[in-house]
């Protein structure tokens, strides 16, 4: 089966989602292929910093999340930590219901000309289950592992020798703690609890990787271990007792890998009418804490360039001229590095 699309965004995590709706606010309807059967919110939590917020502001959700996450005590500004599947659905919820297309795996790509003036191209569009769609724009927002960035002939991602554990902790009698975040460092480790409400805290450790890592990253209870009584073990006794509070349904660990950022200023960042966008284009490490800041940054660029080469024919709305979204995305690039 073959189907065309004005713009096609893989991926429907953070970047995805906020592509698509930064769009649909300027008036473009994309499909999102998303290749889990629902929506991803592995990590639990995430901390959203001010630049997060304003980039929520203009994609008009951001009272929808102040709503439920209150900024924190004393300065009332810096991060705020939001659930992940509610980050999601805030954004998915914004979207109509045939946006999203789950079970729809990447697998290809290739580009023909297009037969007219401006010898513009489409991305064709490989999926796994045999569908084949034709887009006059392709977004990559598929992560640190980008089908997309590869195509691009982006380098690869290297690792960044950090490791990182992450869970919520929840108190069902509540906390007792001040909304604030409270934040450790020691030799390679930093850890930090900040609130998401009066009963749940999302807290992480990145440190140094270590050699045994790997041997219990999909064990929840050992990695809840080894932070107790090795990693953190001279942390103060209120990161322990957060981290002994753990859903361990949510603990997770992951190796973060990062693009250097000479990769992004040298490399193929686009080409024609596809880019890429999120972790997809800048994977860093959580030290920064600004993966998921800087892809809602990004989706708002790419709604407002791309907005330039909507047709100005009102019977045409929504479709777009190939050769202006191809400078678009240009100057989406030009904006980001
Ligand atoms: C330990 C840790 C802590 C972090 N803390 C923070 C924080 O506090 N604040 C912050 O801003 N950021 C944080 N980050 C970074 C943040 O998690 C990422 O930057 C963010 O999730 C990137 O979103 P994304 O949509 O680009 O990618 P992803 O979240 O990886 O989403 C990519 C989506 O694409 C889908 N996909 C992949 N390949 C294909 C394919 N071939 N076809 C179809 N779909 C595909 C995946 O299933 C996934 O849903 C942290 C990261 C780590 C590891």
New binding site residues.
């Given amino acids: 089966m073959e189907i065309s699309e004005e713009v096609v965004v893989?991926?429907?995590?953070?970047?995805?989602?906020?592509t698509a709706l930064a769009l649909k606010r300027v008036g473009i309807e994309a499909l999102v292929?998303?290749?889990?059967p629902e929506?991803?919110t592995?990590?639990a939590?995430?901390?959203?910093?001010p630049n997060?917020w304003l980039a929520l502001k203009a994609l008009g959700v951001v009272h929808k999340l102040t709503s439920i996450y209150s900024p924190l005590k004393k300065t009332g500004k810096g991060?705020i930590?939001v659930h992940?599947r509610v980050l999601l659905e805030t954004l998915a919820r914004e979207l109509a219901p045939e946006t999203i297309r789950f079970s729809?795996?990447?697998?290809s790509i290739r580009t023909v000309a297009m037969d007219d003036e401006f010898s513009s191209s489409v991305a064709i569009i490989s999926?796994?289950d045999g569908m084949t769609i034709r887009a006059k724009v392709l977004i990559g927002?598929?992560?640190?592992?980008?089908?997309?960035a590869r195509w691009l002939g982006l380098k690869a991602p290297v690792n960044s020798g950090r490791?990182?554990?992450?869970s919520l902790a929840v108190y069902p009698d509540g906390h007792g703690f001040n909304h604030e975040v409270c934040q450790f460092v020691d030799q390679g480790k930093r850890g930090a609890y900040v609130p998401l409400n009066d009963k749940e805290f999302?807290w992480?450790l990145?440190y140094t990787s270590t050699l045994q890592d790997e041997k219990i990253a999909a064990d929840p209870k050992l990695l809840q271990k080894n932070v107790t009584e090795n990693l953190a073990k001279d942390f103060p006794p209120s990161f322990l007792d957060v981290v002994q509070h753990s859903d361990l349904a949510t603990l997770?660990?992951?190796?973060?890998k990062f693009r250097y950022p000479w990769d992004l200023i040298c490399g193929h960042v686009c080409k024609g009418n596809i880019t890429v966008?999120?972790?997809?284009?800048?994977?860093?490490?959580?030290d920064?804490?600004?993966?998921?800041?800087?892809?809602?940054e990004?989706a708002v660029v790419l709604g407002r360039q791309l907005a330039k080469s909507l047709l100005p024919n009102p019977n045409e709305r929504g479709q777009i001229v190939a050769v202006e979204a191809a400078r678009a995305i240009q100057g989406y690039v030009k904006e980001r590095r």
Avoid at 104 to 107: E, G, V
């Fill in positions: 893989v991926g429907g995590g953070i970047a995805g989602l906020a292929l998303e290749r889990s929506l991803r592995t990590g939590a995430l901390t959203l910093f997060a991060p930590a992940r729809s795996k990447l697998t999926l796994h927002c598929d992560g640190v592992h980008s089908v997309v490791s990182g554990i992450r999302y992480f990145t997770t660990w992951a190796e973060p966008a999120g972790d997809a284009m800048h994977p860093m490490t959580p920064l804490g600004q993966g998921g800041c800087s892809a809602l990004d």
